[in-house]
């Protein structure tokens, strides 16, 4: 099924999940899983965290499992913490957006920056990671309007972004 990020095959296994840094920073495109910005516009490398899908104070079996591991700015990663639907609400459908087995558009409709939630996932990975704060909505806006500028096509949230914008921001810097 159609996804924005996935997960290397096979997985790397290793008994320390920080040991799979490197691989989880490839495998997500240097993207945060949640917001979807790119490194480059969420303050670097430094502030990417390595993210437990399934939150470890609960599923404490799959901490050191690779395909559990997602990469996460430090705002987006702070707002999930230990936080996980209970049963009740998971069977309403409010539960995290798994963006290595989802796309983005079957939640959500960018309305100007604003992602507008067109599910009940959507609904509480916005409200829960606060993916429409004015900061999000604000540099959204100039990511997309600096795509614009730099291509003929329109900025695809399905697709890392670091594909889509980063070549064009190395060629347009010259790097
Ligand atoms: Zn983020």
Redesign the pocket.
């Known amino acids: 099924m159609p996804s924005i990020f996935s997960h290397r095959v096979p997985s790397p296994s290793e008994n320390n999940y920080q040991k799979y840094r490197p691989y989880i920073r490839e495998d997500f495109h240097e993207c945060?899983?949640?917001?979807?910005?790119h490194e480059r516009f969420?303050n670097g490398e430094r502030n990417f965290e390595l993210d437990h899908f399934k939150p470890k104070s609960k599923y404490d079996q799959l901490k050191e499992v690779y395909t559990n591991i997602y990469y996460?700015?430090?705002?987006?990663?702070r707002g999930k913490w230990h936080h996980w639907p209970s049963e009740e609400l998971q069977s309403k459908g409010y539960r995290f957006i798994d963006t290595c087995r989802e796309t983005f558009s079957e939640h959500f409709v960018d309305e100007d920056g604003y992602w507008k939630p067109i599910s009940n996932a959507g609904k509480y990975t916005a409200e829960r990671?606060r993916?429409n704060s004015p900061h999000n909505i604000e540099i959204r806006k100039m990511v997309k309007s600096l795509h614009n500028q730099l291509s003929d096509s329109v900025l695809d949230w399905d697709k890392p972004i670091k594909d889509q914008l980063i070549p064009l921001i190395d060629a347009l810097l010259e790097k």
């Open positions: 945060c899983a949640y917001c979807l910005l969420a996460s700015c430090h705002v987006c990663n990671i993916l």
